[in-house]
């Protein structure tokens, strides 16, 4: 049996001896004709070599089976596997082109905790105990007693980087900022902004101008237009709300920009000179400006997505197209 080299060679070899009409099988016919006394002996004999020969016969299909297994069977002209491919979240790849426009214009990338004191997030931004305006941002406590919120803005960044650096300072915030929102399609607790902070000696409100009319167009293209709205914060003055010319229409006026043909962007304004006596910062002599920006409302213009909460439901059928 060992010397059968296929499955079917051994087959024929166990039919031989084994199978109903074989070999064995004949020996054990003819036990009838062997002499009374003999007949016990000869059927043990029998019996032994039964066995013996079922055990080759199992060794030898073991055998087949391993020379089987370990022959290489690999096709090498089928294609291979396909992998899937992740790919970066929106968000990310929304960030990074941010970064990297301002990278561009000789801003640095800082970075600050998520977890402040009310002193980053709102005193040393000229936002007083009681003032109006911290209830703009309904702020989540990690801490009441202990003064520690989750930033409600990156402006608190700002304090950190003027508290670490002197002039000139330009840098750029991203980073994930808290507020006590019930999600809808606009709002979520939790979203996205990119600081912005450039103080010098000489530094007026046109190279604000300048510098969010540069981003705007590098990001949505050479026609985009820019516009600023007075307003109010109180870590800048003056204060203003900044648009861009809508990224869908260009301006004509269309349903996302509500026939306005502006997009609401976000704040920007000169720093406030109560702002650099916090940081020792000689407000004679520097001046400088800071803006936001909301990164999944960018985000969401770039792409025209009309729901924030798509950003974080991880839904592979939307993350997939990015
Ligand atoms: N921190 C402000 C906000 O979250 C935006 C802002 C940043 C305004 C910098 C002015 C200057 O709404």
Same mark, same amino acid.
């Given at each position: 049996?060992? #010397? ?52 080759? $016969?199992?060794?030898?299909? #073991?055998?087949?089976? #391993? ?17 899937? *491919? ?20 000789? $801003? ?23 003032? %109006? ?49 019930? %999600? ?49 914060? %109180? ?37 406030? %000179? ?26 969401? *213009? ?15 059928? $939307?993350?997939?197209?990015?």
């Amino acid at each position: 049996m060992k #010397n059968a080299d296929s499955d079917e060679a051994l087959e024929s070899v166990r039919i031989q001896y084994l199978g109903r009409k074989g070999e064995l099988a004949d020996l054990f016919q003819a036990i009838g004709t062997v002499p009374e006394s003999e007949r016990r002996e000869i059927g043990r004999l029998l019996n032994a070599t039964k066995t013996h020969l079922l055990e080759s $016969f199992e060794k030898a299909s #073991n055998a087949l089976q #391993n020379r089987a297994d370990n022959v290489e069977t690999v096709d090498l002209t089928l294609p291979g596997d396909r992998l899937p *491919l992740g790919s970066l979240h929106p968000l990310t790849q929304v960030t990074r082109e941010i970064k990297s426009c301002f990278q561009s214009m000789g $801003f640095t990338v800082a970075q600050g905790p998520e977890i402040e004191t009310e002193y980053y997030n709102f005193d040393a931004l000229n936002i007083p105990r009681g003032h %109006p305006a911290r209830d703009m941002q309904d702020t989540l406590f990690i801490s009441e007693a202990d003064e520690i919120v989750l930033r409600t803005h990156t402006s608190p960044v700002q304090i950190h980087v003027m508290e670490n650096q002197s002039p000139p300072v330009r840098v750029i915030a991203p980073g994930r900022v808290y507020r006590r929102d019930t %999600p809808d399609a606009s709002h979520s607790p939790v979203f996205h902004q990119i600081e912005g902070l450039a103080v010098d000696e000489g530094i007026n409100f046109a190279d604000l101008k300048g510098t969010i009319l540069n981003f705007a167009q590098r990001m949505f293209g050479s026609d985009m237009q820019i516009r600023f709205r007075p307003s109010f914060f %109180p870590f800048t003055e003056p204060s203003a709300e900044y648009d861009f010319s809508c990224v869908i229409c260009r301006g004509k006026g269309c349903r996302v920009c509500q026939g306005t043909g502006w997009i609401e962007i976000s704040g920007a304004g000169m720093v406030n %000179p109560a702002v650099y006596q916090y940081v020792h910062y000689d407000a004679e002599k520097y001046t400088g400006f800071a803006f936001g920006m909301g990164v999944e409302r960018i985000a969401m *213009l770039m792409y025209e997505i009309n729901d924030i909460r798509y950003f974080y439901e991880n839904d592979i059928r $939307f993350l997939r197209q990015f």
